[in-house]
């Protein structure tokens, strides 16, 4: 029964009514002349799973290390829990972090590194003891306890660092590329872990990673980052299937563009004039565009049908050669090449073995898809 | 060959600069003194072959390190000596902390300029900088005068001639050797793990005690005893802004050989001296080598 009741959708987001637990207004940071933040209002409800996701030095530790408290906004403001926080100092801030480079103490072995944060708050003794073991259980490090940060492995390094940032149960935890170093295995594991703590818990989690899976895996909202901008804050399957930019449709996942010029038909029917030689494409689209206007047709590999034959009815149809074949086991992605040169991905299940496969190098094939199947966006 | 030669070449070194030598005195310090040239015997005579080094040997005893357990001057210096290094040495550490600290948190392009400040005394001849100590304690010196200008004091203090100028003479001379060794470590340090304590709780000063002073240790521990060692003979400073109240062992060293030209007592001295030195020498080295260590 209790099940019923928390399984309703959790989107404080959409409630105008709902008090956000984190708000950056208008945060600006800057290092010397070089904008690291530039002018980002963000919203972070309690109870949030919130991944920020983004290429290399768009400037995610920047917004965690301003929520710990080791930078401040140079511009705007950020309020925790509705007080400005611009002068809590680190040590009195609900927030714990687990940093990207770990910085777990060499001179400690790894339950005292756990520990740590627990002794500050002069916990009794049993029950520190019983949290730390609690800890590395959880993140199967009973073994290492007595060693030093030096005398494990890289992996087990990161986990020493999320078992430190959890052990203080805080009210919001950062976690900046919590599970980059563990095999395939053990981050799924860890994600389901973190998950279930969240759940248990109510902990609020902003994680950094690089890797789309996890964020589409764990987070309740995925934030878009790039150059210090936000280019999309939405769920993760609004982020996958609704893009609002190419540059979010090309980053989350594998992508086909094809850029053209739209033309309205009717209601929200385009009719896109993309390449000479070849047919129009039909697409539809919330949004409207005017008659010419350059468009991005995106549509995501999975949603391309490919087939020997030409289809009878389909809204959008290409003709090409079979220019490479990606096998990732479960799936397999053909490059298919138009007779204008433009490649276009089709992703189909491999249902059969390889050797039975239906498609192979320089075979020429079909490509179809729905009018519904892409996102037309305009930049 | 090759590697027969290159372990070769620091024995042959320690052989040559050290054992020799220690060889040398340690047979000093069993012979007798002497109104002779050296002034001790008995000398070892090649010639008389066999015969000659038994009668050489036998001659040998154990005479003046007895003496020492006698005369109380001995142990006293000796204990003076452990006492004034110890202090100093602690008196080194507490101005030479924070000025090693200073550094490594100082902007990285000042860093350079701070370090030559450091080094920059050791231009100049380490004895002149003593003489011009005397002249700043001295009753008539600048350190008084500015005091009694400023009204602090209605009298010179009597400052040159006390082991509070020791302490000062030896604070200022062995400073480099406790702010090189804390600064390496201190600027090896790893800003994070600053951050990480403060995230999990602790107080500036808390991050300070729990991480920055346990992790700055081997460097600690390097420079007080790069100072403690050299102190505990030192024999400058001592003779030169000490008084007679001022007892160390270099000095009691010094005038045993020079003014009482006992060789052999100043040779058992020396022996003795080596053999308390060797304590803090190996547990020395056995922090370099934790160090050396846990940095692989
Ligand atoms: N202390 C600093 N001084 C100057 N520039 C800085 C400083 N800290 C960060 N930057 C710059 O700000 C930008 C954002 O850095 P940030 O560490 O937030 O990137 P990131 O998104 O976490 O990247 P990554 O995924 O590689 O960790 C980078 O271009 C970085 O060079
Ligand atoms: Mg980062």
Known sequence: ??????????????????????????????????????????????????????????????????????????????????????????????????????????????????????????????????????????????????????????????????????????????????????????????????????????????????????????????????????????????????????????????????????????????????????????????????????????????????????????????????????????????????????????????????????????????LSWTATAGVLLAN | MRRAVLIAIPYAWLLALFLVPFGIVLKISLSDTAIAIPPYVPTLDLAEGWAGFRAFLSELDFENFVWLTEDDLYWKAYLSSLKIALISTIFTLLVGYPMAYGMARAPEEWRPTLMMLVILPFWTSFLIRVYAWMGILSNEGFLNQALLWLGVIGEPLALLNTNTAVYIGIVYTYLPFMILPIYAALDRLDGSLIEAAEDLGCSRLQAFWLVTIPLSRPGIIAGSFLVFIPVLGEFVIPSLLGGSGTLMIGKVLWEEFFSNRDWPVASAVAVVLLLILVIPIVLFQRNQQKQAEAEQ
């Open chain 1, 1 to 366: 029964m209790g099940d019923i009741v928390s399984s309703t959708v959790f989107e404080p987001w959409t409630d105008p009514q709902a008090e956000p637990l984190i708000r950056f207004r208008n945060v600006t940071k800057r290092f010397g002349s070089f904008t690291a933040i530039d002018d980002l209002t963000l919203d972070i409800y309690e109870k949030e799973f919130f991944a920020l996701l983004g290429p290399s030095g768009c400037g995610k530790t920047t917004m965690m290390r301003m929520l710990a408290g080791f930078e401040n906004p140079t511009e705007g403001s950020i309020e925790l829990a509705g007080r400005d926080i611009a002068n809590v100092p680190p040590n009195k801030r609900a927030v714990n972090m687990m940093f990207q480079s770990y910085a777990l103490f060499p001179h400690l072995n790894i339950w005292d590194n756990i520990a740590f944060g627990l002794r500050r708050d002069k916990m009794p003794k049993v029950d520190l003891e019983a949290r730390v073991e609690e800890m590395l259980k959880l993140t199967r490090l009973e073994k290492f306890a007595k060693r030093k940060p030096h005398q494990i492995s890289g992996g087990q390094r990161q986990r020493v660092a999320l078992a430190r940032s959890l052990a203080k149960a805080p009210k919001l935890l950062l976690l900046d590329e919590p599970l980059g170093a563990l095999d395939k295995k053990l981050r799924q594991d860890t994600q389901f872990e973190l998950m279930d703590i969240q759940e248990k818990t109510g902990t609020t989690f902003v994680i950094v990673t690089h890797d789309q899976e996890e964020a589409m895996t764990v987070a309740s909202r995925v934030a878009v980052m790039d150059e210090g901008h936000l280019m999309q804050v939405a769920t993760p399957d609004r982020i996958y299937e609704n893009p609002e930019s190419v540059y979010v449709a090309d980053f989350i996942g594998d992508v086909n563009i094809i850029q053209g010029r739209a033309s309205a038909v009717g209601g929200e029917t385009y009719s896109i004039d993309w390449a000479e030689g070849q047919g129009q494409l039909t697409a539809t689209s919330a949004t409207s565009f005017d008659n010419g206007q350059t468009c991005h047709l995106a549509i995501r590999p999975e949603k391309v049908t490919i087939t020997a034959d030409r289809p009878e009815v389909a809204d959008n149809v290409v003709q090409g050669r079979v220019h490479d074949i990606a096998y990732l086991g479960n799936l397999s992605t053909y490059h298919v090449e138009l007779p204008n040169g433009t490649i276009i991905k089709a992703q189909t299940a491999n249902t059969r073995r390889i050797s039975r496969r239906s498609f192979t190098w320089e075979d020429p094939v079909w």
